[in-house]
Nanobody, 124 residues
Framework: VQLQASGGGLVQPGGSLRLSCAVF????????LGWFRQAPGKEREIVAG????????YYADFVKGRFTFSRDTAKNTMYLQMNNLKPEDTAVYYC??????????????????WGQGTLVTVSS
């Protein structure tokens, strides 16, 4: 199983980035998918999670209205569109996959595999 995350970088406040995470060797279609992040000196936290039901997407309060989580089952890839980025969004972002689930999963322990992380830096 391999998850390949990409799309991070340096962006000014108010800017946008789109993170991608391609999943190899794991049954993607009905899996729980998630994005977490870890800022320097802080614990890893949930950003967004998704079950196989497209209507059941969880967003952390601090990203609601700014980030959009999506999946492309044909490409075995998940995306995190991040708009109106703020300096406090600076972190390493990790994608994860877990067992089949209709609902979103919000805890790290509910995921089986993780990507390597991609760094997002929001700074002027």
């Amino acid at each position: 199983v391999q998850l390949q995350a990409s799309g991070g970088g340096l962006v000014q406040p108010g800017g946008s980035l789109r993170l991608s995470c391609a999943v190899f060797g794991y049954p993607f279609g009905r899996s729980a998918l998630g994005w977490f992040r870890q800022a320097p000196g802080k614990e890893r936290e949930i950003v967004a999670g998704m079950g196989y039901s497209p209507s059941r997407v969880y967003y952390a309060d601090f990203v609601k209205g700014r980030f959009t989580f999506s999946r492309d089952t044909a490409k075995n890839t998940m995306y995190l569109q991040m708009n109106n980025l703020k300096p406090e969004d600076t972190a390493v972002y990790y994608c994860g996959v877990g067992p089949d689930s209709r609902s979103a999963k919000t805890r790290e322990s509910e995921y089986d595999y993780w990507g390597q992380g991609t760094l997002v830096t929001v700074s002027s």
